[in-house]
């Protein structure tokens, strides 16, 4: 912090100017007896504030020619949650532009958007939803169609309608965060299930459904957080098999499943009357868009969704729903879903190149890598030295199940962070690695 602040202040009085080239962080670090890191940090912390710039193989410039107060709508930067697993953000201009023109548009409906509404969206909203499903190769009738706010409370409606307190939960061994927090407040046993890279074990599943009676299982099948696995479309119907014998509930949460080109068929394929799916809009159009696109078993059970969703939020936002729908009939939702899939590609490499392969886990779509540290490295150190660099860092902590943590991290390669930024910080990250400090 020290360190921004002195170049804030060096702008401010006129010892740095636009374009004035910053010391490389190595040789600034041995020039003010530093960590490395401690100066990567600062450097960082600087470009958050907009008062540097980076650029790959030319070095680090000041970006302004004065530190002016920032405004109340740009300090919105800094209040991003870097816990999250977040998509790659729109840079390119024409569609920023398309988006903005959708806002416009659903604006002149402003004051009929401010009013209650339905718990689970109107004809209109459903008509979209059911569009953007169709690209799952999914077309449930209307009335099993719930517009929702986001997937977390979504999963959380469907197991206050299937479970009590004290009843057992199936799900993966490491699983969705968010999982373990609604299985907490609703006093739900979480029982992780063993597996391989095609997914969870069919036999494990079905002798757990009978040692344990469990009321739902919880799956994410496609690019799983934070393993990035996908399930193999044969473990998927086998999967299926199993839940329909024994009349298990399946929640899936197909969180990435619109983000690959070719991905496996979802699990509600193949199982519909057991299997309430769940397309959050999240990952594949944005995180702010608090929106998903839910598939009850049959209709009664979407009434009973309803229900418990108006008991929790009472409707998704009015305003948030216009648009996805306007976005999604005028081409740019799909605009903004290739945008990402492309963007992680190009990420993905950035990692490729600076990370050695055999310490993560990782597919060309999805948004994470799974970092297993070398042993004597510790998950916590490796945080909080990477701290305040811009880049989301998750512990395996957040997503273990069943049995020990082990020393891994979820290292998120999408939000606000430039290529050139990510490149950079993981440059940082494979430097600890490779240092053990």
């Not at 009939?329 to 945008?339: L, Q």
């Not at 150190?381 to 989301?392: A, E, H, P, Q």
Request: charged share 20%.
């Amino acid at each position: 912090m020290q360190l921004a602040d002195a170049i804030a202040q060096g702008v401010r009085d006129g010892t740095l100017g636009l374009g004035d080239r910053l010391p490389p962080q190595r040789q600034l670090a041995n020039r003010l007896g530093i960590d490395f890191t401690t100066v990567s940090r600062g450097y960082a912390e600087a470009r958050r504030r907009g008062l540097i710039s980076s650029h790959v193989g030319r070095g680090t410039f000041i970006a302004r020619s004065t530190a002016e107060p920032e405004q109340p709508e740009l300090r919105r930067k800094s209040d991003v949650d870097l816990t999250m697993n977040l998509p790659p953000e729109p840079q390119d201009a024409d569609l920023i532009e398309r988006m903005q023109d959708g806002l416009q548009t659903v604006s002149a409906n402003l004051v009929d958007l401010l009013r209650y509404q339905s718990a689970t969206g109107g004809q209109i909203d459903k008509d979209a939803a059911s569009t953007w499903l169709s690209l799952r190769g999914l077309v449930p009738s209307l009335d099993r169609i719930a517009v929702t706010p986001g997937a977390h409370p979504t999963m959380l409606a469907i197991l206050m309608s299937l479970a009590r307190p004290g009843d057992a939960v199936l799900c993966e061994d490491v699983t969705y965060p968010g999982l373990r927090s609604i299985a907490g407040r609703l006093g739900l046993r979480l029982i992780g299930l063993p597996g391989d890279a095609e997914g969870i074990d069919p036999d494990a599943l079905d002798a757990a459904i009978k040692a344990q009676a469990p009321k739902a299982l919880y799956l994410n099948p496609t690019l799983q957080n934070p393993t990035t696995r996908t399930i193999s479309l044969a473990r998927r119907e086998r999967i299926a098999e199993v839940i329909s014998s024994r009349n298990l509930p399946l929640i899936e949460d197909d969180a990435y499943g619109f983000i690959p080109p070719n991905p496996p068929a979802p699990l509600a394929s193949f199982a519909p009357d057991h299997v309430w799916h769940i397309g959050g809009l999240a990952k594949c159009i944005g995180a702010g868009l608090r929106l998903a696109y839910t598939v009850a078993p049959n209709s009664h059970l979407a009434r009973e969704l309803a229900h418990n969703l108006k008991l929790i939020s009472v409707m998704p936002s009015p305003l948030m729903m216009a648009l996805a729908t306007r976005w999604i009939a005028d081409g740019t939702a799909d605009r903004i879903r290739r945008f990402i899939r492309e963007e992680t590609v190009a990420r993905q490499a950035i990692a490729a190149q600076l990370l050695p392969a055999a310490t993560y886990e990782s597919h060309p779509h999805a948004f994470n890598i799974w970092l297993r540290l070398p042993e004597g490295l510790g998950r916590a150190d490796i945080i909080g030295r990477m701290s305040g660099t811009g880049l989301g860092l998750m512990p395996s902590d957040a997503f273990t199940v069943s049995g020990e943590p082990s020393e891994s991290l979820r290292v998120c390669l999408g939000g606000q962070i430039s290529r050139t930024e990510l490149r950079d910080t993981l440059g940082l990250l494979a430097y600890l690695i490779s240092s053990r400090f």
